[in-house]
Nanobody, 119 residues
Framework: QVRLVESGGGLVQAGGSLRLSCAASGSIISITTMGWYRQAPGKQRELVAT???????NYVDSVKGRFTISRDNAKNTVLLQMDSLKPEDTAVYYCNAYIYASYWGADYWGQGTQVTVSS
């Protein structure tokens, strides 16, 4: 079974930093795109940042210049460094990865980690 396990959420004051980590484990053949999504109360889940296996990144406009996504392909991990945090960044953050555990690939999600930014 493939699993994504996140860590690193918490409570921080506005202007502070947090780093989220997500590790994929199980019978993994390969992983293409990995990313982070977030869902604030009463809102739809939105894409925050993605990174391909080749290192190409994509960010939602609201986090550009503040968040940095990176990955370690050898360890099947993806990180999200979040700097200059704002109260509007408060949400549950979910790790996502497209993983080939067999001939067929599939989307996998982590359980979510809470990020709370106080003003």
């Amino acid at each position: 079974q493939v699993r994504l396990v996140e860590s690193g959420g918490g409570l921080v004051q506005a202007g502070g930093s947090l780093r989220l980590s997500c590790a994929a484990s199980g019978s993994i053949i390969s992983i293409t795109t990995m990313g982070w999504y977030r869902q604030a109360p009463g809102k739809q889940r939105e894409l925050v940042a993605t990174i391909t296996s080749g290192g190409t990144t994509n960010y939602v406009d609201s986090v550009k210049g503040r968040f940095t996504i990176s990955r370690d392909n050898a360890k099947n991990t993806v990180l999200l460094q979040m700097d200059s945090l704002k109260p509007e960044d408060t949400a549950v953050y979910y790790c996502n990865a497209y993983i080939y555990a067999s001939y067929w690939g599939a989307d996998y999600w982590g359980q979510g980690t809470q990020v709370t930014v106080s003003s």
